[in-house]
């Protein structure tokens, strides 16, 4: 059992529950749900600062490319990027494919969840500014751009599936060693490990601290692993994080989105 932190839909406070992992239920109020017999919303509220090429094999794919114009040497600091509030969804709801695309990949990421501000923190103490974890997709329409990320790619309307909760930090031995898996139509697609992270989440909190404050609620996604995988009109989309649970978004074709809620 873990105690989780999340948001009916339509409701502004957050709810605490408690997940049995064994029976896949959640507990809150007397009450005992599964995830599919709930509404849930986005359960933070902070900004979503995604990181790129801290996974090693994503590193090692590119690392030619780095001494290369227009470039010329490897970035030396985090490169990061927001995914801004029109991106964020919750656990069911639909993510928008937008009119002329096709496909979008999946960037399953481990979301480390922000609980009191934090400025030129060491990685020695990194955790304690840490409230919690949660899942985050890292949606994207596929390119090229990996130094200078490519916000017309990434910040989509609905292109931020996150939760489905937030799940206490105590209940995390290791963030650093997460197995994290992908699922489209059943089927799996991708398996990595946080293990397998260039800068692990403490050090990769004291480096982006050095130079910016971390507030209560922001989130800061560890990576996305390489080879992300494709998903297209009516695929659905699970991603597992060991020990935090499921993320589930189905993706359709783009009518008119709400913030990636089709109506």
């Not at 105690?3 to 507990?27: A, T, W």
């Not at 103490?125 to 329409?141: C, E, K, M, R």
């Not at 059943?186 to 260039?198: F, R, V």
């Not at 800068?199 to 390489?226: A, N």
């Amino acid at each position: 059992m873990s105690s989780v932190k999340f948001k009916h839909q339509g409701v502004q406070q957050l709810k605490e529950g408690i997940y049995q992992f064994d029976q896949k239920l959640l507990k809150f109020d007397g009450k005992q749900c599964s995830l599919d017999g709930l509404s849930l919303d986005v359960p933070i509220n902070g900004t979503v600062y995604g990181t790129l090429l801290n996974y090693k094999g994503e590193y090692a794919e590119l690392e030619s490319s780095m001494n290369e114009v227009p470039y010329k040497t490897p970035p030396k600091a985090p490169i990061l990027y927001i995914k801004p509030i029109n991106t964020h969804i919750g656990y069911g709801m639909t993510i928008p494919l937008p009119e002329g695309v096709e496909k979008v990949s999946i960037g399953a990421a481990l979301g480390v969840v922000i609980g009191k501000p934090a400025k030129n923190i060491r990685k020695e103490n990194a955790l304690d500014y840490v409230a919690g974890y949660t899942i985050v997709n890292d949606v994207s329409i596929p390119n090229k751009s990996y130094y200078r990320p490519a916000y017309k790619e990434k910040a989509r309307d609905g292109f931020c599936p996150i939760g489905p909760w937030v799940i206490s930090r105590d209940a995390i031995e290791n963030p650093n060693e997460l197995g994290i898996r992908v699922y489209i139509n059943g089927e799996i697609k991708q398996e990595n490990t946080t293990s397998n992270l260039i800068r692990s989440v403490e050090q990769l909190m004291e480096e982006v601290t050095d130079f910016m404050t971390l507030y209560e609620g922001d989130v800061l996604l560890v990576g996305v692993p390489e080879n992300a995988p494709i998903a297209k009109e009516n695929d659905r989309v699970i991603i597992e994080i060991d020990n935090i649970g499921t993320l589930v978004n189905k993706v359709e074709k783009e009518k008119v989105a709400v913030g990636g809620v089709m109506v």
